[in-house]
């Protein structure tokens, strides 16, 4: 690994744990009496799942961003993936604090949906730059399409 793709690996890294963090806050907030008091499906993980899995998929994401600004930001395929990529970071940060912030389990369902498309277009992007960077953003695309799940059993028992 070059130093270059360490230092912007590392600051992707960084930037995607920042809007994990911020999620948590989120997280935390819903946690305070509302969440343990929904109905949820049976397949619901303990909660103590969420955050070392969610742990790792911010690496990935930042690991897989970082090869693709690696690429060389001047070139428009890099931009359009890395666009992409900011776009579904802001919509995962965004779903924590609609389900958990804001308790509207509708709003986050539809933000999940909309964020899952991105997360298809986004690894497309990244594909086309670099196929292992497109491939590192596999297991996300699978937990979201879990979350969504998650989200419509939620929506649907309570």
Known sequence: MTKKLFLRSSVAIGICLLFG????????????????????????????????????????????????????????????????????LLLNGSWSLLFFGLQKPLLAFINIIVLFIVIIFTIKWFKIVNKVAAYLLLPYAIWVLFAIALNFEILRLN
């Not at 993980?45 to 070392?52: L, Q, V």
């Open 21 to 88: 963090f911020l999620g948590a806050i989120a997280t935390n907030a819903g946690f305070e009496g509302w969440y343990p008091e929904l109905n949820k499906p049976w397949f619901n993980p303990p909660d103590s799942i969420f955050g070392p899995v969610w742990l790792f998929m911010y690496i990935l994401m930042g690991i897989a961003a970082g090869i693709v600004w690696n690429r060389g930001f001047y070139h428009k395929w890099v931009k359009t993936a890395l666009y992409h990529f900011g776009i579904q």
